[in-house]
Every structure is written in structure tokens, then in C-alpha cells.
């Protein structure tokens, strides 16, 4: 089932692995790699037959969307909270997968990527939407179509945009001092420059 909906996506699938606690693209082999070069991309079969998790990449190429909501998920019960319900309900035909974590919700389809430039990549603290330059680290439960029938070809594009906010972004404006309150990551530079 899953590698039929997963054939519908182009070959730009590759592995990823843990280090020091950060998700990362690797070769089916283990091999640190970049992931956003098109030379380290595989097809999903190739990506399934490595010891290492799958992934998929998106590029600016391409015509898909990524959706993902943190901590959302009540393992125990396999509930969703009401406001990611919501969202989640919004989409019935793309597909969705339980992140690696098991608290969270993957959620991908197609639209046109060009109408996101100004929108929002985190917001919320809990809620990331992307269509190019990431990759998406599978979870292990499998893709499931939302409503339980994908529709491959359905346009996102207009349901996207009544969710996703615009970028507070003022490119004349000085950059602020601090730190930003949604970063949730490592604050050494020297951790960040060897994460990426």
C-alpha cells in the first residue's frame, strides 16, 4: 500500500540516521551526505531496502508540500489535539504518516509552491510548513491516506493558504538582537556549524 502512494513521488527519496541526537541524511550505505544535492537522491525502493529510516526530499523542482505539527498526538490514546484535529481534517485525501517521535503528525500532498514565498515556516511553536529545502525524516507506523482514499493529484494550494501566516519580514528592517523564542535548538555556534 505505502509503496504505492509513495511511487507517485519523484525519486528524491534518501536514508537518515541519528547523530548526537539530530536527525540527518545519510547514503543507504550510513554515509553523512547533502541531501539537497540531486546527486544523493534515490528512488523509494532503494531507500526501503537500506537499515536506515527513508526520507524525502523536497526541492524547489517539485510540486509537493510538507506539513508537520509537534506534539500534538497523545500516544497512549492515539488522539489528536483538538486544533491540530482540525487542521488535520482539513486535508482529507493527502497523506499522512505518525512521526518518528509518535507525538506528532506528517502530513504532504501538492500545491503550488510559489504562493508560500512570504508565508511562515514555524509557528506556534509546534506547527513547520515547508515545499523546498528540507528533508523529511520518515516515521515508522507508514503513510496513510487522510479519510482513507489519497488523491494524488488534489491541489492544496487554496486550503494552505487559510492556515499558514505571513512572515513578519521586513528585509529593510535591522536584524533584532536575542534569540529568537521559536528556536528550539542547540545555541553553541560550534554545534550548529557541525550540525550542518
Not at 33 to 44: E, H, Q
Not at 72 to 87: F, H, V, W
Not at 143 to 169: H, K, S, V
Request: charged share 20%; glycine share 8%; hydrophobic share 35%.
Amino acid at each position: 500500500h505505502m509503496s504505492e502512494y509513495l511511487s507517485h513521488l519523484p525519486n528524491q527519496f534518501v536514508n537518515w540516521g541519528v547523530v548526537n541526537g539530530a536527525k540527518i541524511p545519510v547514503s543507504p550505505t550510513g554515509q553523512t551526505i547533502n541531501a539537497m544535492d540531486p546527486a544523493n537522491w534515490i528512488n523509494y525502493a532503494s531507500a526501503k531496502a537500506s537499515e536506515f529510516g527513508e526520507a524525502f526530499v523536497l526541492s524547489g523542482t517539485d510540486p509537493w508540500w510538507f506539513l508537520d505539527l509537534d506534539k500534538c498526538l497523545d500516544p497512549a490514546t492515539g488522539q489528536l489535539s483538538p486544533e491540530a484535529y482540525s487542521i488535520f481534517n482539513n486535508f482529507q485525501g493527502a497523506l499522512y504518516e505518525v512521526s518518528q517521535s509518535g507525538t506528532g503528525i506528517h502530513i504532504i500532498g501538492k500545491c503550488n509552491p510559489a504562493v508560500f514565498q512570504m508565508k511562515k515556516n514555524r509557528w506556534d511553536g509546534w506547527k513547520e510548513f515547508y515545499v523546498q529545502d528540507r528533508f523529511i525524516a520518515f516515521g515508522s507506523t507508514g503513510w496513510q491516506p487522510i479519510g482513507g482514499t489519497w488523491n494524488p493529484e488534489r491541489d492544496w494550494t487554496d486550503d494552505l493558504l487559510t492556515i499558514l501566516p505571513d512572515r513578519e519580514f521586513d528585509p529593510t528592517a535591522p536584524l533584532p538582537d536575542g534569540r529568537d523564542p521559536e528556536w528550539d535548538g542547540p545555541e553553541d555556534d560550534d554545534v550548529l556549524i557541525e550540525r550542518m
